[in-house]
């Protein structure tokens, strides 16, 4: 069968947040036909699912207020809201003091700073035992950048449930063409291959995960692509707890990592993702129950799991960092947390090298 081919200055490989908003960026000094976003529709919807009618963003990805990124034309007419509200429940049932833990591992690190306790349970809750032993080192860079340095760090959360991003990026009406199947990157010719189509580029940026990049381009790799999940409960209630307000769980009993309203009627409950399959729903449900008092009328609604959440070591072996190097010689350039490999936020990427 004959393929189509295509030709396009800029062209994006991954239909996520990062890839939409570099978009918008290109967009200052190109126009809409000068870029093109190849999108998987096989892939499950990250941005807004539905249930029972009602829909919502199933992602907590949230901008920072004092960003540039959240400061630039792409909010213009964009809703605005109060900074999401954080509280923390009462540390139970946990003493560091309980654990061994390894010299450099990423329990290490955060041993040396303030708040010890609260910090290691959530963070066993959310990394699992293994943050005892090994140095999650993309994981102590995004605590230092978040926690630990004087940066602001305001989240601005929900507007009726979707996600910021969301309405900022629906504005953008980009060009996308659909595949089902990726089968090459030809790094010389400077062509994208999928099932029907043959994409000729004059830079490729890649927000998928850099594994999966390097081998469409036949290049060599030996990084560690160790990663972890992330674990949600959905749930309706009638009232009692309004939007935006963010509980962390500190009883380590609990499987619970954070409950966030979505809306005042519909909320998340990240949990441990090393439990995934495991937890039945009615302790979830009574343990919310304590968390929010107030709450009403709490009842199921649905469950998601994403399997690649956090990417948790930095690339620093010697094939990996030669073929980033080749792909960018060669104008394709990694964007994104799993595009370049870093536990980073939206509006810590460098978009400059896009541009």
Not at 142 to 151: P, T
Not at 185 to 210: C, G, M, R
Not at 321 to 329: A, M, R
């Amino acid at each position: 069968m004959n393929k189509r081919t295509i030709q396009v200055k800029n062209c994006f490989l991954g239909y996520g947040y990062a890839s939409l908003i570099g978009y918008h960026k290109l967009l200052k000094c190109s126009n809409h036909e000068d870029n093109l976003i190849l999108r998987n529709k096989n892939s499950s919807p990250i941005f807004t699912i539905e249930h029972e009618k009602d829909s919502f963003s199933p992602l907590p990805i949230f901008p920072v207020e004092e960003s540039e990124l959240y400061q630039s034309s792409l909010f213009n007419d964009v809703p605005k809201q109060e900074p999401i509200s954080v509280s923390f429940s009462k540390l139970e049932n946990f003493n560091h003091k309980d654990y061994q833990i390894k010299d450099k591992s990423l329990a290490s690190f955060m041993l040396s700073n303030d708040g010890i306790d609260t910090r290691l349970c959530l963070g066993l809750k959310q990394w699992g035992d293994d943050m005892l032993t090994t140095p999650f080192s993309q994981v102590q860079d995004k605590i230092k950048r978040h926690y630990i340095s004087k940066g602001g760090n305001t989240r601005m959360g929900y507007v009726n449930g979707l996600s910021l991003f969301k309405y900022a990026v629906d504005k953008l009406n980009p060009e996308v063409l659909d595949y089902s199947n990726l089968k090459k990157v030809d790094i010389e010719k400077k062509q994208v291959h999928t099932d029907n189509y043959i994409i000729k580029y004059d830079k490729l940026i890649s927000t998928i995960p850099i594994h999966f990049l390097l081998d469409l381009c036949n290049l060599k790799q030996d990084h560690n692509t160790n990663h972890a999940s992330a674990y949600f409960y959905f749930f309706k209630y009638k009232d009692g707890f309004n939007a935006n307000q963010i509980i962390y769980d500190c009883d380590f009993k609990s499987d619970i990592l954070r409950v966030f309203s979505i809306k005042d009627n519909f909320l998340l409950a990240q949990l441990r993702s090393d439990k995934h399959g495991q937890i039945p729903r009615e302790k979830i449900q009574k343990r919310i129950q304590k968390l929010v008092p107030n709450i009403k009328e709490l009842e199921f609604a649905k469950e998601l799991f994403v399997h690649m959440s956090y990417p948790v070591e930095l690339i620093s072996t010697p094939d990996t960092l030669d073929s980033i190097n080749v792909l960018k010689q060669n104008d394709i350039v990694p964007l994104g947390r799993f595009g370049d490999w870093k536990y980073s936020d939206l509006h810590e990427l460098d978009w400059t090298s896009i541009l």
